[in-house]
């Protein structure tokens, strides 16, 4: 294949050209073509979903890309194949530390290729000595004979990186020449990422081409040369760090800006918009009502730093931010799902006890949780039972030992819910396995569509289903709120949160970064807050 | 579902149906020997096919039509044809007959018995099993059960007590103690958060420690006999019918418990998914508790059953059982991955292992294959589920 050098100082090792990637029905990468040079720290931006983590793993052959080419070096790699890109010299370090903690540090580095000795045995002075070479060179103070679980995760993250400097000439590969680091620090504590990215560094000084993907602008700024920015699997533009400011990579991951004359970039919220007229949804309706949930000072170890919310009958509060802030953690928190969680959790007047899950629904809160298939449904039961199943004991006859069920009462409510969320399927004792991906969200959601909820709290409601379903289920939502229902959405789609919200809070880190009214909401204010580093470290 | 529920419960009313009509068929036939008691007082007296009485004593004629004895207690008559002889000389009557090994009275009356037993606990471990937990113990609980029960019945009792004391103290010692190890079987599983598996693998060596130390590895008996012959064994129209009654109405209530009260529904939901259930607001750790102590409670009542019918309780009984209870479960339809099964499932499964084990004695084969065959018995059911579950559609 022929590469073409786009510009006369660029010595470009890395190319990816044209890239495109399918899950389903989610195009991760759409034509994504990139450059990148040996002895840079290239950074992959992006929000949720925009296909920067996609592209990571598809360099390093974790990801079979449907067309497009990788190249290393003028040398074409074949796509899908973790050996090929290994070979190449490839390596990646996960986001999560997928290792053994039950072995120590010198066994998870050599767990693929163990030394032997002649008698076949484990030869564990090899072992030792092989994985002393790889650790020490990133963190002398490394005990390469201890448990890996015993380490801290910012020490196993090195002991991962490590694991990736590996020499691949006993595999018949290439020394590391591309390192990929996805989303390196979401488990690090401060200090830990700074010496993450002073290590990230020392590596692009060594000449190797360092890919790092990541959210975090302070990062951005402080360890990249050039950022490359993704938007809905699409290549936006590749930026010098040293010539761009955070508020145009923010721009730049958001999409098309107008500039206001005060100089304020606003967002374009055509798309909300559209979301809201397609759905039906009036933007200026009633003002509501009283204040019906109230959850003061949540926290949760490592998760959830002292955040306070009220949302009023008839209302929508909106909790923005990114993958790991925290967003549906506090929603399990204020729903008793969490054991470790403290605070205070106020329905109307009466006080919660925290950590009851059975005394948020009798108070009249209701959870949609983001993973339907294994949070929510029971495959194994009907349509029925999946709705009834939190107001069952309410309804039966509880004078009978292990409480007699009320079948008519429950399929007064089943047949009650099912109309009134729209649920198709063909009949009510259907599994929910024969309904389709936008109809058991649905269902999910009309289980707590009664006059006993007060407080809806939905995690993601519309994930992975398609745009008609979404249209439908934001305006059923929307006539409930009217109807007095108090509703806290925790979104990653921007412009859903846009358009259902009456109020947006943002979290980043499990702190509370601000919380956005009326003008203000709008994906650069949500944004700007959820990519804050927080101050508070948990 | 529920169309697919009755239709695994026909499958296996056939699957009985036809290892019935293959051991009747196959199993062939055993002479018969039979003596009836005569007192001192008797005579035999013969009749002629006219109806005419013969000679007392005198050697029947070939067309002989019957024979009467009368004893202290009445008069009997006996048909002649199928083989029967007698000689009357020794104060009884012997005699010899051709029944089928299979379809023999006394054959069905064990098999219903040994089924019985077992279906019992079948019925209480398939929530556990639906429920996506398992219950090694039920054998060891069933045999401490039995021997606390005999010695309730034989040391407090006393051995004139009437049916109304004997029967509810019997009944209520067993139960309540299988009911105490169940519950804490499901208290530890519960509070300790550790897996069943290894919880009633601890209780089962536990509980079977209880009774060698208890017992001495004595069998206890001498039971009032309003508890054994007067309600367990009682003959009713030459049978012994009641292991077989309870059997069905514990059945009865299974069904019930499973599909029409709240905590039988939460069992299906906590066994199917779990998070799902603990989301819905279920009360998990309660509903699990509930579903060991019902197995408890079932695994107790099983052997008050026992201790009645076979009038001691043995150290080593209920040894193995829970092979066979979740064997009956399994083929009974309950899934082992949690939130399928019945109870009606149960019990027929029960009566598949029974006749599995009863069929290999009658095709003569060594007991020593029995334990090979109910493995792959086993082993069998739980392919052909899983090829069931893969077949069928997805929406």
Redesign the interface.
């Known amino acids: 294949m022929s590469v073409t050098l786009a510009d006369s100082n660029n010595n470009e090792f890395l190319r990816v050209e044209g890239v495109s990637k399918r899950f389903g029905i989610t195009q991760a990468l759409s034509d994504v073509s990139v450059s990148f040079r040996s002895g840079e720290v290239h950074a992959l931006m992006g929000e949720n979903g925009a296909g920067k983590s996609t592209l990571g793993k598809a360099i390093a052959g974790l990801h079979k890309p449907d067309t497009g080419t990788i190249a290393l070096d003028g040398k074409q790699l074949r796509l899908g194949s973790i050996d090929d890109a290994f070979a190449a010299g490839v390596r990646i370090v996960h986001q999560e530390l997928a290792q053994c903690p039950n072995l120590s540090v010198a066994e998870n580095l050599c767990l693929h290729d163990l030394p032997c000795s002649k008698l076949g045995t484990v030869d564990f002075d090899e072992m030792i000595k092989r994985a002393q070479d790889l650790v020490h060179r990133l963190d002398p103070a490394i005990d390469v004979r201890k448990p890996l679980g015993e380490l801290s995760p910012g020490k196993r993250q090195i002991c991962q990186i490590a694991a990736s400097l590996e020499d691949g000439a006993r595999r018949g590969g290439s020394s590391p020449r591309v390192i990929v680091f996805d989303e390196p620090t979401s488990s690090l504590s401060i200090a830990e990422a700074d010496r993450l990215g002073e290590i990230v560094r020392e590596l692009a000084e060594q000449g190797l081409t360092v890919i790092y993907v990541s959210h975090r602008m302070g990062e951005i700024f402080s360890c990249c040369d050039r950022v490359t920015v993704l938007r809905d699997g699409r290549f936006v533009a590749t930026n010098n760090v040293s010539e761009i400011d955070e508020a145009t990579l923010v721009e730049q991951m958001i999409g098309k800006r107008i500039v206001t004359p005060t100089g304020k970039i606003e967002s374009e919220t055509s798309e909300a918009e559209a979301l809201q007229e397609l759905s039906g949804i009036d933007s200026a309706h009633a003002p509501p009502g009283s204040v019906v949930l109230k959850a003061e000072s949540i926290s949760s170890p490592g998760t959830l730093h002292k955040i306070s919310l009220e949302v009023r009958a008839g209302e929508v509060l909106g909790v923005g931010g990114l993958v790991g802030a925290g967003r549906s953690e506090l929603l399990a928190a204020i729903f008793g799902l969490d054991s470790k969680a403290t605070g205070t959790v106020t329905v109307g007047q009466r006080s919660l006890p925290m950590r009851d899950v059975r005394a948020a629904i009798k108070a009249g809160i209701g959870l949609v949780p983001e993973d339907r298939r294994h949070e929510g449904l029971f495959f194994q039961l009907g349509v029925d039972e999946n709705i009834v199943a939190p107001r069952m004991p309410a309804l039966a006859n509880r004078k009978f030992p292990f409480g007699l069920r009320r079948r008519q009462a429950e399929m007064g409510v089943v047949n009650q819910r099912v109309e009134k969320f729209h649920v198709k399927t063909a009949s009510t004792s259907s599994k929910p396995g024969e309904l389709s991906g936008g109809n058991q969200q649905k269902l999910l959601i009309a289980r707590w569509m009664g006059k006993e909820t007060k407080v809806l709290l939905l995690d993601e409601p519309t994930r992975g289903i398609d745009v008609g379903t979404k249209a439908e289920v934001y305006k059923l939502i929307r006539k409930a709120v009217d109807g007095g229902l108090a509703v806290v959405l925790v979104s990653s789609e921007m412009p859903e949160l846009l358009a259902l919200s009456d109020r947006i809070m943002v979290l980043a880190d499990g702190v509370c970064t601000g919380t956005l009214e009326g003008d203000e909401m709008t994906q650069t204010g949500v944004l700007t807050l959820a990519t804050q580093e927080s101050a508070a470290a948990l | ?2 169309r697919l529920a009755g239709a695994q419960e026909a499958g296996l009313v056939l699957v009985i149906v036809l290892i019935g009509v293959i051991l009747a068929i196959r199993g062939g036939t055993k002479q018969k020997q039979f003596r009836i008691e005569v007192a001192q007082s008797a005579t035999v007296v013969e009749y002629y096919a006219d109806g005419t009485e013969g000679e007392p004593g005198a050697r029947p004629l070939p067309q002989v039509a019957g024979w009467n004895v009368t004893t202290d207690s009445g008069t009997e008559t006996y048909a002649k044809n199928n083989g029967y002889s007698y000689n009357a000389g020794q104060n009884a009557v012997f005699g010899r007959k051709t029944v089928n090994k299979f379809l023999d009275q006394e054959n069905l009356v064990l098999v219903a018995k040994d089924a019985s037993f077992i279906a019992i606990m079948a019925v209480g471990m398939t929530a556990v099993i639906i429920l996506a937990g398992i219950d090694l113990s039920v054998g060891a609980i069933y045999g401490l059960a039995a021997l606390i029960g005999a010695f309730a019945l034989k040391n407090v009792v006393g051995d004139d007590a009437g049916l109304l004391v004997s029967v509810p103290v019997g009944i209520g010692v067993c139960c309540l103690v299988g009911a105490a190890c169940g519950a804490a079987n499901g208290a530890m599983i519960v509070g300790l958060r550790v897996h069943p598996f290894v919880i009633t693998l601890g209780t089962m060596a536990a509980y079977r420690g209880i009774i060698f130390v208890l017992s001495k590895g004595q069998s206890v008996g001498q039971f009032p006999e309003s508890f054994t012959s007067g309600f367990f064994k009682a003959e009713i129209a030459g049978v012994y019918p009641v292991p077989v009654i309870v059997m069905l109405l514990v059945g009865a209530v299974g069904v019930f ?1 499973l599909s ?7 069992v ?2 906590v ?3 779990e ?9 998990v750790g309660r509903v699990k508790i ?1 579903v060991y102590t019902l197995l408890g409670l079932l695994a107790g009542l099983s052997a008050a059953v026992y201790l009645g019918y076979l009038g001691a309780a043995e150290p080593n009984a209920g040894m193995a059982y829970e092979l066979k209870v979740i064997a009956a479960t399994v083929i009974g339809g309950a899934s082992l991955m949690g ?2 099964g019945s109870a009606m499932g149960a019990v027929l499964g029960a009566i598949v292992i029974q006749l599995i084990d009863n069929g290999m004695i009658i095709l003569g084969v060594d007991q020593a294959y029995n334990q090979i065959v109910m493995g792959v018995a086993i082993i069998i059911a739980v392919v052909i589920d899983q090829a069931k579950t893969r077949l069928a ?3």
């Open positions: 579902m529920r418990l029409k009260t709240v905590v039988g529904r939460q299906y939901a066994g199917g998914n998070t799902a259930a603990k989301y819905a607001g279920i009360p509930i939130g399928r559609p997805k929406g």
